[in-house]
């Protein structure tokens, strides 16, 4: 009763697929089931129809409500699935903290706003477009084609499908939602608003494709065998390429390995923001993962506590390689925060697409490789001069990689709950291996195909030069110099203040040398801590002297490297 219980079938390889329809009632309408409306009983026989206040509807209620099991067990999935879907949606604060920590001060408001316009035009393009592009039928193995909008009423469907609709659509909403997201800490400081904005609504649109091959009943890669739980390909290996793709058309941050700039410039500016950021999608990849079982009737809440296992384990084995990695990096001088908070997040990722088909022990190496891989690639990327200033690109698109790559090494087709063939450490051979990476390039080339065109032509349309597309994506210098926080948001911090005000000082003097209405260190300026014209007080600003261009050129991190962990080019 209520959300159909999971039949595995040789068509369905990588999840329980959540709520499916209700089937009509067989038997004609004397018989004697109850219903249950406002804590009462009816029976479902017309000489009861006195009891209800539109008797003409009774044929209307008696497909409306469902018997009592019945209604338990949808209402029982239909609270996971919207508690796990609450969960994820906060790991968009959690990614706002780890970038804001990782960026330069004078762009956190900016990196906030993208991720709350992240939500807006995410929500909108997978309503209306993305659903259907998922799971709409009718359908093909590359795409559905029915479902537009993601709306019941508008497809036909009465209040049980569409409430089966709706919390596979939010549930599916966040998942879309945190793969866009990922690029807004690759491209932090350097992609203009307005063209992220673009980015966020048309990336969901190509993200559908990949999930319906995944996750969708006749996805091609669902019927040949692949096995995906929670997203590693879809959401993680897509987002990350796509951040890879859009790191390279923006070039590196202005500074960041040409030496005009002094390398303190490029220091989180908030480790404590980073750490918390961690925090918060720590506790909401548990959501991410447990809530794919999409319900907890039937075996499905054995799946989903196996899930919360294999995800804590797998931040284990990662936590461990990134406190021994970042040990070796520095000689066992320092432990970096980035380091460390970047290796967990690999091995989450690494175990997103692993952790309803293995075993809580697989998690722990499978957590390890993944943090290295996510710790290596991002110092390559480094040495190569591309500039990701999160890491995303080594965590997501480097450990989703090897997390597809483990379900064919570690998953065991005798896990309760799940169905999918033997790995290669379980005596299943290389067909799953192979499987896996047949996912893997499909979500790489998907990706490198759809975002070198988005990011090319939307480039070529705002520089009006199509051989420089970087002009038209990239900021203004003023504001990628000083800040997007005041340059877009208007939005002042501490130091755009003291550069304002050391202007106003410096033109009165000039204008005015003589004169004893110069300003003066202490004197006070409408707007920055006087009394305005309608005589309240402005905030005050004090003014902090710093360190000299010199002195801030000459800086180094406290390992003595232009890539945090790595070291110096000779």
Excluded at 18 to 37: F, S
Excluded at 127 to 149: L, N, R, W
Excluded at 448 to 468: E, I, Q
Aim: charged residues 15%; hydrophobic residues 40%; negative net charge.
């Amino acid at each position: 009763g209520g959300i159909a219980p999971y039949q595995s079938s040789s068509s369905d390889h990588h999840r329980p697929r959540g709520p499916h329809p209700k089937k009509k009632k067989e038997g004609n309408a004397t018989g004697r089931k109850k219903l249950i409306m406002n804590n009462e009983e009816f029976s479902n026989d017309p000489s009861y129809c006195q009891a209800w206040e539109a008797c003409a509807k009774h044929e209307y209620h008696h497909d409306r409500f469902l018997p009592e099991g019945e209604s338990r067990g949808y209402a029982d999935d239909a609270t996971w699935i919207l508690t796990a879907s609450f969960v994820i949606f906060t790991m968009q604060s959690g990614f706002g903290l780890l970038e804001t920590g990782s960026c330069s001060p004078g762009f956190e408001v900016n990196i906030m706003m993208k991720n709350i316009v992240d939500v807006v035009f995410t929500a909108l393009s997978y309503y209306v477009v993305g659903h259907g592009i998922s799971f709409g039928t009718p359908s093909t193995p590359f795409m559905g084609q029915g479902g537009f909008p993601a709306d019941g009423g508008f497809n036909g469907l009465d209040d049980v499908e569409s409430s089966v609709l709706y919390s596979k659509y939010i549930f599916q909403l966040s998942f879309a939602a945190t793969s866009t997201t990922i690029v807004s800490g690759c491209v932090a400081m350097r992609l203009r608003f307005s063209i992220y904005m673009l980015y966020s609504f048309v990336a969901v649109i190509f993200y559908s494709f990949v999930a319906h091959w995944t996750w969708a009943d006749d996805g091609f890669l669902n019927k040949m065998g692949a096995h995906d739980f929670a997203g590693g390909g879809p959401v993680h290996i897509f987002g990350g390429v796509n951040g890879l793709v859009a790191t390279i058309f923006l070039g590196p941050r202005k500074g960041r390995f040409d030496g005009t700039r002094p390398i303190s410039d490029f220091f989180p500016s908030s480790p404590t923001s980073q750490c918390f950021g961690l925090l918060s999608l720590w506790w909401g990849w548990i959501g991410f993962n447990c809530g794919s079982s999409f319900g907890i009737t039937d075996d499905r809440w054995v799946v989903a506590i196996r899930c919360a296992v294999t995800t804590v384990n797998s931040t284990v084995g990662g936590g461990l390689a990134s406190l021994l990695y970042t040990s070796w990096r520095t000689k066992g001088r320092l432990i970096i925060p980035e380091h460390v908070i970047n290796g967990i997040l690999g091995s989450l990722v690494a175990i997103t697409p692993a952790c309803a088909s293995t075993h809580t022990y697989d998690a722990f190496p499978i957590g390890m490789v993944g943090a290295l891989v996510a710790l290596s690639i991002n110092a390559f990327l480094c040495h190569r001069g591309i500039d990701d200033p999160v890491g995303a690109i080594g965590v997501h698109a480097g450990s989703g990689v090897w997390g597809l790559l483990s379900v064919g090494l570690f998953a065991d087709s005798q896990l309760v709950g799940i169905t999918v063939a033997n790995g290669l450490f379980r005596g299943g051979g290389f067909k799953l291996l192979g499987l896996q990476t047949i996912s893997i390039l499909c979500a790489v080339g998907w990706a490198l195909l759809w975002s070198t065109g988005f990011f090319y032509f939307v480039g070529v349309a705002v520089s009006r030069d199509w051989k420089d597309p970087r002009k038209g994506l990239r900021v203004h210098p003023e504001e990628e110099e000083r800040g997007a926080d005041w340059y877009l948001h208007g939005v002042m911090d501490h130091q755009a203040y003291n550069d304002d005000l050391e202007k106003t000082m410096n033109a009165s003097n000039r204008d005015d040398s003589s004169s004893s209405g110069s300003l003066g260190l202490d004197d006070h300026i409408v707007g920055y801590g006087s009394e305005d014209g309608d005589g309240e007080e402005c905030t005050s600003v004090p003014l902090s002297t710093g360190r000299s261009s010199q002195q801030s050129r000459n800086s180094t991190s406290p390992d003595g490297e232009i890539c945090r962990g790595v070291p110096m080019r000779k």
